[in-house]
């Protein structure tokens, strides 16, 4: 039986103390963001920062990062090589290879848009990591990751934010039961899993959130979900608390703009706002 996730049980489990400089409350990066889809990628870094990681860079399509540098100030911005229609080309992450070896936590994924790029990507990025550095998977990084050659990545170096369809892909077949799923998805891959509320971890751990509406269901949610957790486990938090908190957090934001706005009609980027509020209350 799942664990449920309430603010008594996050209250207990209290995050790391935030460390005084932007180093020490940890650094990330995010390589996603095409550019028809640079959006993604803004979501995923302002949301590592609203839970509080001290520095954040992304690498995105050439032509998006001059416009993604200006809309995210806060952040370094790096231009990747591009196709001629846009997609992130997968082969040359020169880039960003000094800022790589330095980085906490790197998240996979947001508004990528070829599968074969993105495949190509995780297969140019595993060398690069620093061995201690946690990778967070998202959206087309998730599909193609049962076709990466992958090692060593154990230890609560692995998380994934799958949606159902995303979850299916994993497990190469229909899922049929939510925790059964999440968890053998969790020991398939050796990963820290959180989907749609349900959070599985390799050691047998199994917790599903005590909140969350039907308002979650809104383009860019998964984006701010992944950044969460990356932005928590950048700070210090283990694999498994980072998802926890961070799921609830993504659930709790979404019910406060429930009881503002509505069921249905909030934005994922207004799910922003409320994250600092709703973590300095469980925090308190």
Not at 92 to 118: F, H, I, K, M, R
Not at 246 to 254: E, K, R, S, V
């Amino acid at each position: 039986m799942p664990e449920w996730i309430t603010p008594a049980s996050l209250r207990e489990w209290s995050l790391p103390s935030p460390a005084g400089s932007k180093y020490g409350r940890g650094q990330v990066m995010v390589l996603g963001g095409a550019a028809a889809t640079p959006g993604a990628a803004m979501l995923t870094g302002l949301a590592c920062l609203r839970v509080g990681a001290g520095r954040l860079s992304m690498g995105v399509a050439q032509s998006a990062a001059v416009a993604l540098a200006i809309a995210v100030p806060e952040a370094g911005v790096y231009g990747l090589p591009q196709s001629p229609r846009g997609s992130v080309l997968g082969s040359d992450l020169s880039a960003v290879a000094d800022s790589l070896s330095s980085v906490d936590v790197v998240v996979v994924g947001p508004g990528l848009d070829d599968a074969d790029e993105t495949e190509t990507l995780l297969q140019t990025l595993l060398p690069l990591l620093d061995e201690k550095a946690a990778l967070v998977l998202d959206a087309y990084a998730l599909g193609v990751w049962p076709r990466v050659q992958h090692t060593g990545l154990g230890g609560g170096r692995l998380l994934m934010t799958p949606n159902p369809e995303e979850a299916a892909r994993l497990l190469e077949r229909d899922l049929s039961d939510p925790a059964a799923d999440i968890a053998a998805i969790a020991a398939r891959y050796q990963a820290v899993v959180s989907c749609q509320g349900w959070i599985a971890d390799p050691d047998g751990g199994c917790w599903q959130v005590s909140t969350g509406h039907v308002g979650l269901g809104t383009s860019g949610s998964g984006d701010v979900l992944a950044w969460a957790l990356a932005g928590l486990r950048a700070r210090g938090a283990s694999a498994s608390q980072a998802a926890c908190w961070g799921t609830y957090l993504h659930a709790a934001a979404g019910d406060r703009l429930t009881a503002r706005v509505g069921k249905l009609g909030f934005l994922a980027r207004e799910l922003l706002d409320e994250i600092p509020g709703v973590m300095a209350e469980l925090s308190s």
